[in-house]
């Protein structure tokens, strides 16, 4: 389980986690369902990884986070 919080600093607890920026976290989630991959709509939501994954699921992943990153963050 994982997921991706938009914020200064490290995550550790539900305050800070409360200070992230659930407004760019939006933008990921739209720019990723756009690119067929659906992820929880919320930050404060897991994303889960199992070994039904493959390679090229993660390789494919990964480059649609890359993508997303660099377009939020021009």
Known sequence: MFTFFFAEGPVTNFPTAKKS???LFSRFFSGML???????????EA???SLAHTEDDLG???????AIFRE???
Not at 34 to 42: D, G, L, T, V
Request: glycine share 0%; aromatic share 14%.
């Open 72 to 74: 939020i963050s021009a």
């Open 47 to 49: 994303l889960f990884l």
């Open 60 to 66: 494919r992943t990964l480059e649609a986070c890359r």
């Open 34 to 44: 756009n690119r067929s991959f659906y992820i929880a709509p919320s930050q404060f």
């Open 21 to 23: 920026d659930t407004t």
